[in-house]
């Protein structure tokens, strides 16, 4: 049993409270969180629940509904909670749906830092592009970065790694570590507080639940081999969860992104989701997001069941992946055009002032 200290309650989340007190409400902290099936921990003990009616009546995105991390206003019937809110966040890890930019996910909630894993593994599960990327939506949602550079074991150049990761970190804690030697743990599990709450990301298969484990001394998550081909993981976490170190703090696993999120084209995304493709040709909006439009076709498909929920989510999470990848893409573009036009019509000054000498 974990007191609300323990479990990182605060005055923050106090003065949030006084609404709901004395009137049958009890409080607890989300430590699982799978298929809309949530796992909670009070000072009382650990309860299973769910969002209210009330809830998914009043929530309007799916940012509304509780994630990981997140405090809970719950009303405690036997051993079945029902979730009436969810506790403003002190931060969150999340990321933009497509389609809006109001349809946030939200990853992880309520953390001190996220560790932004990555695999010295000679596949491309060290990515500085991706790291960077990572770093701006960790302190976009108000969490500290730490880079965690993991399967040292396997790095013949760990000082240029360390170097490599200096580019994009600079003024960042980033820590070269084996969760199969256990090299660097030590120094690494020191930045983790009691009562903090450290959520970890990064590509399937870079070792974050292995890195976990590492850390509580035991196998308690299950862990999986990379693909020979690529050196691609193979998605093994398939929900998030939070765990309570012996220290004192507490971390989150979370599934693993996919590679080709970040380098796919619209092709392969149309490639890999070839019925959802299919089935937005008869969307009746031509600008569909598939998420709330009336007459939406992909919609359609989940109601008759042809289309399972998780597939779907993955179809959303890697189109904002894209999405991103695209913004930035033109970003670069614009930035590139911009210096092109200052180099010309610098040119063109110098070539009027030599007009003018002469
Ligand atoms: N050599 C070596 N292998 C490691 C290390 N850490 C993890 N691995 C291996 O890498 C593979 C993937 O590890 P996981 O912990 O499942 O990776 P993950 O990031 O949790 O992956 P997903 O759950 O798919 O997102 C497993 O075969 C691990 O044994 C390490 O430090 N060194
Ligand atoms: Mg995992
Ligand atoms: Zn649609």
């Given at each position: 049993?974990?007191?609300?200290?323990?479990l990182?309650?605060?005055?923050?989340?106090?003065?949030?409270?006084?609404?709901?007190?004395?009137?049958?409400?009890?409080v607890?902290?989300?430590?699982?969180?799978?298929?809309?099936q949530y796992?909670?921990?009070?000072?009382?003990?650990?309860?299973?629940g769910?969002?209210?009616?009330?809830?998914?009546y009043?929530?309007?995105?799916?940012?509304?509904y509780?994630?990981?991390?997140?405090?809970?206003?719950?009303?405690?019937?036997d051993?079945?909670?029902?979730?009436?809110?969810?506790?403003?966040?002190a931060?969150?890890?999340?990321?933009?749906?497509?389609?809006?930019?109001?349809?946030?996910?939200?990853?992880?909630?309520?953390i001190?830092?996220?560790c932004?894993v990555?695999?010295?593994?000679?596949?491309?599960?060290f990515?500085?592009?991706?790291?960077?990327?990572?770093?701006a939506?960790?302190?976009?949602?108000?969490?500290?970065?730490?880079?965690?550079l993991n399967?040292?074991?396997?790095?013949?150049?760990?000082?240029?790694?360390?170097l490599?990761?200096?580019?994009v970190?600079?003024?960042?804690?980033?820590?070269?570590?084996?969760?199969?030697?256990?090299?660097?743990?030590?120094?690494f599990?020191?930045?983790?507080?009691?009562?903090?709450?450290?959520a970890?990301?990064?590509?399937?298969?870079?070792g974050k639940?292995?890195?976990?484990?590492?850390?509580?001394?035991?196998?308690a998550?299950?862990?999986?081999?990379?693909?020979?081909?690529?050196l691609?993981?193979?998605?093994?976490?398939?929900?998030?969860?939070?765990?309570?170190?012996?220290?004192g703090?507490m971390?989150?696993?979370?599934?693993?992104?996919?590679?080709l999120?970040?380098?796919?084209?619209?092709?392969?995304?149309?490639d890999?989701?070839?019925?959802?493709?299919?089935?937005?040709?008869?969307?009746?909006?031509?600008?569909?997001?598939?998420?709330?439009?009336?007459?939406?076709?992909?919609?359609?498909?989940?109601?008759?069941?042809?289309?399972?929920?998780?597939?779907y989510e993955n179809?959303?999470?890697?189109?904002?992946?894209?999405?991103?990848l695209?913004?930035?893409v033109?970003?670069?573009?614009?930035?590139e055009?911009?210096?092109?036009?200052?180099?010309l019509?610098?040119?063109?000054?110098?070539?009027?002032?030599?007009?003018?000498?002469?």
């Amino acid at each position: 049993m974990f007191s609300m200290q323990e479990l990182g309650w605060n005055p923050f989340f106090e003065d949030q409270l006084q609404p709901y007190k004395h009137q049958g409400f009890n409080v607890g902290r989300v430590v699982k969180e799978s298929r809309h099936q949530y796992r909670i921990y009070t000072p009382q003990g650990v309860v299973n629940g769910d969002v209210s009616g009330h809830f998914q009546y009043t929530a309007i995105n799916r940012a509304d509904y509780p994630t990981v991390g997140d405090w809970v206003v719950i009303r405690q019937c036997d051993d079945y909670a029902q979730i009436e809110k969810v506790l403003t966040r002190a931060s969150a890890f999340s990321r933009n749906r497509a389609g809006s930019e109001t349809q946030e996910q939200v990853i992880a909630a309520n953390i001190d830092y996220l560790c932004i894993v990555c695999g010295l593994d000679g596949g491309r599960n060290f990515n500085l592009r991706g790291v960077e990327r990572y770093i701006a939506m960790t302190m976009e949602g108000g969490a500290k970065p730490i880079i965690v550079l993991n399967k040292a074991d396997l790095c013949a150049d760990k000082d240029l790694a360390l170097l490599q990761a200096q580019s994009v970190a600079e003024d960042l804690p980033i820590h070269v570590v084996s969760a199969m030697t256990h090299e660097g743990l030590e120094t690494f599990s020191t930045s983790f507080h009691p009562g903090s709450t450290i959520a970890f990301t990064g590509h399937s298969g870079v070792g974050k639940s292995s890195l976990i484990n590492a850390l509580l001394g035991r196998s308690a998550l299950k862990t999986g081999s990379l693909r020979e081909s690529d050196l691609r993981g193979k998605h093994t976490t398939s929900h998030k969860e939070l765990f309570f170190l012996e220290s004192g703090a507490m971390v989150i696993d979370t599934p693993g992104m996919r590679e080709l999120q970040l380098w796919g084209s619209r092709q392969s995304l149309d490639d890999t989701y070839g019925e959802i493709h299919e089935a937005a040709k008869r969307c009746r909006f031509n600008d569909c997001t598939h998420q709330n439009e009336p007459g939406c076709a992909v919609r359609e498909l989940l109601i008759d069941g042809s289309l399972e929920m998780e597939r779907y989510e993955n179809y959303l999470d890697m189109r904002s992946e894209l999405h991103f990848l695209e913004s930035k893409v033109n970003e670069k573009k614009n930035h590139e055009r911009k210096a092109k036009e200052k180099a010309l019509s610098k040119l063109i000054r110098k070539s009027q002032k030599n007009d003018k000498r002469q």
